[in-house]
């Protein structure tokens, strides 16, 4: 490959060698990778090697996380192994030379899991399972480096998961995080039998494996060279309890050090040895899904059917419960087979080397001198250390790099004084550190340091403080100081440290040598620092104030999310005192008040000899605050009352804090402690009474032992195809404009795109989709009409350079007007055609006004809900394979709806449906984000695909992916309710908008559920609710769980609220007085059936969780605390269950076929995105037919197997399916009957399916069924004619507590109950899964979530990094989950008495949103604000702080001047 030409001071000091470093115990050598390459591209072009995901491509996700192997080279470790988990998507793969680096493949497969990833199985840790690698290797990770080889034990507590973030990095959308930390924290308390550093020792491993472990952990370690293996490597001494060597190759395959297989990158041909096998144990999906406190008396009735491959363990004993967790049957954890670090990496050369090509170099030196070399050549060049700003500014900026160095391998560059254990604290005046050590290291020598200089180390202790909210665990992993200094980021959480504390860097380059730059005048403006081009920082100096020093140092961060986020201010200070207490220095510094990090100067000066601890000094400074810090209100990235009042809160926790540090006085414990959270923990009531032999019971997913393992496949992991090309969108990016020009042409090239395809690629009629009005382009026809509306799709022969060719299009755009808000929308008369209402009682004859009339008090407001962006973890993907013979097309996509990918590429191919497979395996999350809005993307590369006659993929980037497939509507909600002076509802009127976006999509239907939710459980005798879709420039809101249903719930409970403090009313009174009761109408005049369970619900949680006690000693809480303060709900839920307003989509159909050898493949309309449908599905079939669960195959869902299948939505997945394939197998029993009758009822299938084969039976069947009852009329109000909408209602209740910080705005969920009404459940483990993860992405849709767009329409917030989604962090401390037991359901009629579950439990997560309000409301009483509160979702920090109505806030408060506005709108 042509490579630049390098300056020949350059090319005679660096070599151009292959990267050599190790994959999963395979010695890789690799000439002339491409050079803009992450790691994780080039992992994910290995074959056999996906299971390394890409979630976001920022480092914000955790799907990416490998665990790079290395020496360590810290002083006092050196020759240690050590474990980092990093972001491979951000790690450039020249850092993989010299070290080892695992992948998920590489610790184990579904055939012989590693003991982490099988717990993770058995213990319902996947769902969809497109995080779960990650998680397994954030997790790998922590438990190596735990391992000490010189005392041989593992330190670690199952508390540290959560106490010291090691899982802060990773997401996961599906789960709500419960039993990943359950696994992880049996699997450190059952699993590592070492003594671990706090708790209780380990149990005992009782399976016979544990004899055979090759190791013990005592005895000193031989020398500092172990390689660090958990159980000893070859160079400790042999030590072990059955005298064998730790090293002895029969307990553990050694390392290949040769590679043998000579080419360009190779792999070792023992590679395959590099794992030895641990544990022989079986692993059978099927093997550990026994039922917990099973009812089964006879495990007998064995089902396995001998002499086939379908056995199954099904009927194995139960499993036992102890504290209320399920206790399995483990593979033991058996160290000695881990994966060791290659000897020949010990002796690997670390030289200087370079790759590249004609545009871009990669240099890696190991020497200071060698990057001066490097710097003095080309200043420009660009310092790589974490790339964790780098890579970011690569891929969502545009920024390109010609030359670049990566420098983490640069001893010098990270060295950290080591302080040995007996050095005199006192003597040390300054704490250096190397520049690019990592976060990591700097964090625990900030621990370390600050511990032992006490008061004197508080600037330590200030910095640890930062670094433990500082991004996740995988960036400090990588990230350095200097990285972050350099950037020179306005809303740095070091810099206001480094700037408070006085310290000053290290620079040097070739031509001036060493200098120093002071902190304190190093930022010169946004993003600019006084350090030359040619210059490199080398360290950091951090000084100690005096022994004798009356000094403290303080630091603080606010964001939107605790855990791995952003800061909106951030902030360090320090206070010297006299001997007379009076301020001697003092210095203020802040993040996110200014465009670079600044001091508050003129406070500062102020308050200069000022006495500390003095009401006037406090008061001085806030005010001095206020006037410094005196924010536009346009002020980029908005907030600006928010900023100002936590510059001012956080100064007011700083005095506060130096009062009680210096013991100047008692100060209120509130005050100065931040919101603190425990250890999570929590229940499942897992005693199921319906249990049979297959359904009911808790069988894990079947597909999570492969999810855990990497093994799994979603659609990007199809290896790729002949001569396949990929594809990417050319997307708009204005929100509203006409498209003057659109050049093609600097796209097209060499190392760009091959062609592209755009309106005129396809028919004019062909160009418009949508799921119910077609009104979207596919192209966008002259006229743009939303920021991120696809133009067109270039293809090229890779993904790097089909990105880069949809970027170099170049489009014209003259904009238009555009309209974002719902309130713009109203105003400009802006909706699409809708016009549905509801009507009952007075409405409907049309008198309400004699209604009003009646009403003792008419309550009027209006409510707010933002939208929720789906965040599944895997964006959208697709890839169609052309087959040219029969004009066929192949269609893998990501989607819940194989039908409407099918029927919109037959348009746009102009072939007819029968020539269209749409598939799906599965997907990593949807959430209904893929039930209309994935056949965008899947039909723009069948266009390209039949023009080129050539297989198309892309797998969209998540900005790309949020931009162009929409979210949960925001909502608008204008409301009127009339009551009786005791509070019985009469009237309610309503006008509900939602924000629909440019086009259409499902917003009518979206509408529809939501009008018909505004009821929530309460009976009002006179309704009159009607619905309007605005039409805005956004991107075109979709499908998301609850489809209107939460959001309308949360406006009844926000009328209810304001009802109940009007009237003086406690809000769970006005609830019980208005419940309804059974034969009372719903607002679509439907009767409330026997099956009402709500009031049941209610009145059990509220005992079980000891509801009326806890509210009162919460009110007793509030009444003595002003700064923190407490709140409790109790929210009831019913759902309703079908597709309320398309009729037709509530059938289904399957398909069952049965083989000769007894085996079944099962086919059903469903698709699987993590829900455990598959596993359900799986479970009734084998039910009905009489077989064992691991007899049935569902492969995928196809077109070419189902005809015509409804989405896989409205929570009617399993009701719907599991009902046509009852139909199939009703059909199937029938015709086996006669040879049941001849061989007995417990004949295996084997027998039977060949004697009626012999016989010429029909073997396969087809299954259908639509459900009954139903069919709403809308605009009939006719009681006696009209049907049911909903075929049953899903009901539950939950109760949660929260904590707030009213000085900030943040909290914490204390706990949660949740009790549902789920019929008899199918499995009880999926659908506590689907309560815990739905009621957590409820949580987030109520207090966290928030999008954002810019003034002119574009979308602000397309990516983890500014949109926030809960993480492990935000779930309940305490979080319970159980079912309704102990009643009968008369009027269900659904498959096993069965109720959809995926959807309801979403709504409860409202009740952290409403506790959060009672917390509010006490502060305001006290700051004696009297006007009612008018909260709207989400509940952020901002919202919070910015209504308790203190002093602070008055101060603090911006006020628009005239057309001033926001920076962002938010468009509910
Ligand atoms: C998901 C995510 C979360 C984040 N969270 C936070 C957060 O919570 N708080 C926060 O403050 N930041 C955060 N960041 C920003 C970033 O992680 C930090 O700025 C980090 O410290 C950068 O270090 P790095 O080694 O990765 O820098 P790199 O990306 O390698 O480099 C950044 C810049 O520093 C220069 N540089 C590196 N080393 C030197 C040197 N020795 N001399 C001169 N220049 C040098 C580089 O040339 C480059 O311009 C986050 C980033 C991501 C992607
Ligand atoms: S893909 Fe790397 S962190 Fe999200
Ligand atoms: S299982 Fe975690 S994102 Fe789906």
Not at 332 to 349: H, M, N, V
Not at 767 to 778: R, T
Request: some cysteine; glycine content about 8%.
């Amino acid at each position: 490959m042509e490579t630049m030409e390098l300056n020949p001071s350059i090319a005679t000091v660096f070599k151009k060698t292959p990267l050599e470093f190790y994959l999963n115990g395979t010695r890789i050598q690799l000439s002339d990778p491409n050079p803009q390459w992450t790691l994780l591209d080039f992992i994910r072009s290995q074959h056999g090697l996906k299971g390394t995901k890409l979630g976001c491509g920022e480092g914000g996700c955790g799907a990416c996380t490998v665990v790079i192997q290395t020496l360590d080279t810290h002083r006092e470790r050196r020759g240690r192994v050590k474990h980092l988990a990093v972001n491979a998507c951000l790690f450039p793969l020249i850092g993989a030379v010299g070290k080892h680096v695992i992948t998920v493949e590489g610790i184990g497969n579904s055939e012989n899991p590693h003991p982490l990833q099988e717990r993770m199985a058995k213990l319902h840790g996947s769902q969809c399972g497109f995080c779960t690698p990650g998680i397994v290797m954030s997790l790998y990770a922590l438990i190596r480096n735990s391992y000490d080889p010189v005392i041989k034990e593992f330190r670690l507590d199952e508390s540290d998961i959560e106490l010291e973030g090691h899982l802060d990095g990773n997401l996961c959308r599906c789960t709500g995080y419960k039993p990943i930390l359950q696994a992880a924290k049996t699997f450190i308390t059952e699993d590592l039998k070492g003594t671990i550093a706090v708790g209780e020792n380990l149990k005992e491993c009782t399976s016979s494996e544990s004899s055979e472990l090759s190791y013990t952990f005592d005895g000193p370690a031989k020398n500092n060279f172990s390689c660090g293996r958990p159980g000893g490597c070859c160079r400790d001494p042999p030590k072990t309890t059955d005298g064998r060597s730790p090293s002895d190759e029969t307990s553990s395959t050694k390392l290949s050090e040769h590679s043998s297989d000579p080419g360009s990158h190779e792999r070792s041909s023992t590679s395959e040895s590099a794992i030895s096998t641990p544990d022989d144990v079986e692993i059978s999906s099927t093997s550990y899904g026994k039922p917990i406190k099973s009812n089964e008396t006879n495990s007998s009735d064995g089902l396995a059917v001998e002499g086939t491959k379908t056995t199954t363990q099904i009927d194995t004993p139960a499993s036992k419960i102890e504290h209320g967790i399920p206790q399995y049957d483990f593979a033991c954890y058996s160290p000695g087979t881990e994966l060791i670090f290659p000897a020949a990496l010990r002796k690997f050369e670390q030289a200087p080397l370079f790759y590249g090509n004609s545009t871009h170099v990669w240099l890696r030196p190991v020497t200071l001198e060698q990057l001066l070399i490097i710097k003095d050549a080309y200043p420009s060049a660009k310092l790589v250390g974490g790339a964790s700003e780098v890579q970011v500014e690569i891929r969502f900026k545009n920024s390109s790099f010609p030359i670049s160095a990566y420098i983490s391998d640069i001893e010098q560059l990270r060295e950290i004084e080591a302080l040995g254990k007996d050095q005199n604290m006192d003597a040390i005046g300054e704490v250096i550190l190397g520049a690019n050590a990592s976060l990591t290291e700097v964090e625990a020598i900030c621990k370390d340091l600050s511990g032992r200089l006490g008061q004197r180390g508080s600037v330590l202790e200030a910095m640890r403080k930062q670094l433990r909210y500082f991004a996740g665990r995988q960036i400090r992993n990588v990230a350095s100081l200097a990285g972050n200094i350099a950037t020179a980021s306005p809303i740095s959480d070091i810099n206001p440290v480094l700037l408070t504390c006085g310290a000053s860097l290290r620079a040097q380059s070739k031509a001036r040598g060493k200098f120093k730059l002071e902190m304190s005048t190093f930022f010169t403006g946004y993003r600019t620092t006084t350090l030359p081009a040619d210059a490199v920082i080398t360290h950091i100096h951090i000084p100690l104030p005096p022994t004798e020093a009356r000094e403290i140092t303080k630091a603080y961060k606010q964001s939107k999310r605790k855990d791995d986020d952003i800061a909106i201010v951030t902030a360090a200070f320090r206070v010297r005192l006299n001997e007379d207490g009076q301020i001697s220095e003092i210095s203020l510094a802040y993040g996110g008040m200014a465009p670079r990090t600044v001091e508050a100067k003129s406070t500062t000066k102020s308050l200069i000899g000022k006495e500390w601890n003095s009401s006037t000094t406090l008061g001085a400074g806030m005010t001095s605050l206020a006037q410094e810090f005196d924010l536009n209100f346009e002020v980029p990235g908005g907030m600006a009352t928010y900023r100002k009042t936590l510059a001012m809160s956080l100064f007011f926790r700083f005095w506060h804090e130096v009062i009680s540090d210096l013991k100047l006085g008692e100060v209120d414990p509130d005050l100065i402690n931040e919101i603190h959270r425990g250890i999570s923990f929590g229940s499942r009531d897992n005693h199921n009474p319906h249990e049979q032999r297959v359904v009911g019971k808790q069988i894990p997913h079947l597909s999570a032992l492969k999810q855990n393992t990497g093994e799994a496949q979603y659609v990007d992991d199809i290896p790729p195809q002949d001569r396949e090309l990929y594809g990417a969108m050319v997307l708009s990016s204005r929100a509203h404009a006409k498209l003057i020009e659109v050049d093609w042409s600097p796209a097209l090239g060499p190392g760009l795109a091959m062609g592209y395809v755009d309106k005129h690629s396809i028919p004019k009629e062909a160009n418009l989709w949508g799921s119910i009005v077609k009104d979207e382009p596919f192209f966008a026809d002259d006229i743009v009409l939303s920021h991120g509306q696809p133009i067109g799709l270039v293809y090229a022969e890779t993904a790097l350079q089909a990105q880069a060719a949809a970027r170099a299009v170049k489009v014209v755009y003259e904009d238009l007007p555009a309209i974002l808000t719902i309130d713009e929308a109203i105003k400009a008369d802006s909706f699409f055609k809708h016009g549905k209402m509801l009507k009952k009682g007075a409405a409907i004859e049309g008198e309400m006004d004699a209604v009003w009339e009646k009403c003792d008090r008419v309550f009027e407001g209006t409510t707010r809900i933002g939208g929720q962006e789906h965040f599944y973890l895997e964006t959208n993907a697709a890839l169609v394979i052309p087959n040219l013979e029969d004009k066929t097309f192949e269609v893998w996509s990501s989607t819940q709806n194989t039908m409407e990918t099918q029927e919109f590429v037959s348009k746009v191919t102009g072939v007819p449906s029968h020539r269209v497979n749409a598939r799906v395996k599965r997907m990593g999350g949807a959430f209904g984000g893929k039930e209309s809005r994935s056949v965008q993307l899947a039909c723009l590369l069948a266009v390209a695909s039949k023009k080129e006659g050539r297989p198309m993929r892309c797998m969209l980037n998540r900005d790309e992916d949020m931009m162009t497939t929409g979210q949960r509507h925001p909502i608008q909600a204008r409301w009127k309710v009339g009551t009786t002076s005791d509070g019985k509802l009469i009237a309610l009127e309503a006008d509900l908008y939602d924000n629909a976006g440019f086009s259409q999509d499902m917003s009518g239907a979206v509408m529809d559920r939501c009008c018909t939710h505004l009821d929530n459980c309460y009976e009002i005798p006179n309704v009159l609710i009607r619905g309007h879709v605005c039409r805005t420039n956004t991107h075109s809101n979709t499908a998301f769980r609850g489809f209107g249903g939460p959001q309308a719930m949360f406006i009844t409970e926000s009328y209810m609220t304001a009802v109940a403090e009007g009237l003086g009313i406690p809000i769970d009174e006005l609830r019980l007085r208005n419940l309804y009761k059974e034969g009372q109408l719903t607002p679509f005049l439907q009767t409330i059936d026997q099956d009402w369970h709500v009031p049941l619900l209610l009145s059990q949680i509220s005992q079980e969780t000891n509801y009326e006690a806890r509210l009162a000693s919460i009110q007793q809480f509030n009444s003595q605390h002003k700064w923190r303060k407490r709140g409790i709900s109790m929210i009831p839920t019913k759902f309703g269950l079908s597709f309320a307003t398309a009729l037709h989509l509530n059938q289904a159909g399957a398909s069952v076929k049965i083989y000769a050898d007894g085996s079944i493949l099962l086919h059903h309309g469903g698709t699987e995105m993590g829900q455990g449908l598959y596993t359900k599905m799986a479970q009734l079939a084998a039910q009905e037919l009489n077989v064992p669960l691991s007899a049935i195959f569902t492969p995928d869902s196809t077109t070419y197997q189902i005809a015509n299948a409804s989405p896989t939505a409205a929570s009617s997945g399993s009701d719907l399916n599991g009902m046509a394939i009852k139909d199939a197998c009703d059909q199937l029993n029938e015709r086996l009957a006669p040879f049941r009758a001849k061989f007995g009822p417990n004949a295996d299938m084997k027998t039977l399916a060949h004697a009626a084969y012999l016989e010429r039976v029909n073997l396969s069947a087809n299954g259908f069924w639509k459900m009954p009852r139903i069919g709403y009329k809308w605009g009939n109000y006719d009681i006696s004619t009209q049907k049911p909408m909903y075929y049953y209602f899903t009901q539950g209740v939950a109760v949660s507590e929260v904590e707030l910080d009213v000085l900030t705005g943040s909290h914490t969920v204390l706990r949660t109950d949740i009790k549902m009404d789920i019929g008899r459940s199918i499995n009880p483990a999926i659908d506590y899964g689907q309560i815990e993860g739905a009621f957590v992405q409820g949580l987030g849709l109520f207090t966290m979530e928030e999008s954002l767009w810019t003034r002119d329409g574009k979308l602000a917030t397309m990516g983890p990094g500014t949109y926030k989604i809960p993480g492990f962090s935000d779930i309940p401390q305490e979080f319970n989950v159980i079912f309704l037991q102990g009643v009968e359901w008369g009027h269900l009629r659904s498959v096993q008495s069965s109720k959809g579950v995926g959807e309801p439990p979403l709504f409860l997560g409202a009740s952290v949103f409403f506790a959060l309000r009672m917390a509010v409301l006490s502060a305001r009483m006290d700051n004696g604000v009297e006007e009612p509160l008018v909260l709207d979702s989400p509940a952020t920090p901002e919202r919070l702080r910015l209504s308790v109505g203190d002093e602070i806030l008055r101060k603090g408060t911006v006020v628009p001047k005239e057309a001033e506005t926001n920076f962002f709108v938010s468009v509910a």
